[in-house]
């Protein structure tokens, strides 16, 4: 049984899968039937099922260097994470694995300083378990003549 069987599984079929990652059901057949997980789905992939992205992916991940296949099994706070931090919390050798993880540029990951923090943009906390905080919503005002209505009913 390869790792894409075994998310299978411990997903508990493809359809749970599939919906756990938002994808069709087809999609999830497909990778299957090609044997290859797109990267952008495979540490969800792993949260969702324990499968190690290194089994699931190894042209991107390579071999558990990190000795923990799971390391983004806890989500970490919003605090600010260097770029070296984040290829160690994510087992990658290269900026060029961590740019196609995020779906970026190869050049951008790479003109990012290797000390300082990361941007905070979506992809980097959505892969870091970090969740958007939507907008609070306005409450409406309240009314200020809302004690002065009187609707003729008086207690006896």
């Known amino acids: ?8 599984k411990g997903a508990g079929g493809v359809t749970a ?7 069709s059901q087809s999609a999830v057949s497909n990778w299957r039937k090609r044997r290859r997980v797109p990267a952008e789905h495979v540490l969800s992939i ?22 923990n296949a799971t390391a983004l099994a806890e989500p970490v706070a919003r605090a600010p994470i260097t770029k070296a931090a984040l290829r160690a919390r994510l087992c990658l050798s290269s900026d060029g694995h961590l740019a196609k993880v995020l779906k970026l540029p190869a050049a951008e990951v790479e003109a990012w300083p290797e000390d300082d923090r990361v941007p905070a943009l979506p992809q980097v906390l959505q892969l870091l378990g ?6 609070p919503v ?17 207690a006896a």
């Open 130 to 135: 970090v969740q958007e905080q939507p907008p």
């Open 17 to 23: 899968l599939a919906f756990s990652l938002g994808v």
């Open 46 to 67: 792993e949260r969702t099922t324990g499968v190690s992205r290194h089994e699931l992916c190894p042209d991107v991940f390579g071999a558990a260097p990190c000795g």
């Open 138 to 154: 306005a409450s409406a005002p309240e009314d200020p003549d809302a004690d002065r209505i009187d609707l003729g009913i008086h």
């Open 1 to 8: 049984m390869d790792a894409l069987d075994k998310a299978v």
